[in-house]
């Protein structure tokens, strides 16, 4: 799962052992991703949320940050937002057509 940091107009993130930095300012669009998850053991089964957001660079280039939970989620992308108050936040029909 993601960790991941936001800092002095970066996004600061692991990929497998590279620490990778993202500059916020060129980001052109920021969503939020829920995938519910049912599984089955041997004593029962449990649900869960998976959490991404999800980023979109200007050259197209998109970076998906994955999380146990909503909450985190939302916290990555509260922290993204106020860090580039002017970026496009949400999936909206107008952002998809814009952006993808």
């Keep these: 799962m993601a960790k991941v940091a936001v800092s ?6 692991r ?5 990778c930095e ?3 300012a060129d980001l052109v669009w ?5 995938e519910d998850v049912s599984a089955k053991m041997c004593c029962g089964s449990f649900n869960a949320e998976i959490g991404r957001v ?3 660079e ?19 992308l509260a922290k993204i937002q106020e860090a580039a108050p002017d970026l496009p936040v949400g ?3 107008e952002n998809r ?3 993808e």
């Design 8 to 13: 002095e107009g970066m996004i600061r993130y």
């Design 15 to 19: 990929k497998f052992l590279t620490v």
């Design 22 to 24: 993202l500059p916020v």
């Design 30 to 34: 920021a969503y939020l991703q829920q």
């Design 54 to 56: 999800i980023v979109l």
């Design 58 to 76: 200007r050259n197209g280039k998109k970076e998906v940050f994955q999380f146990e939970s909503m909450q985190e989620a939302r916290e990555l």
């Design 91 to 93: 999936y909206t029909e």
């Design 97 to 99: 057509k814009r952006f």
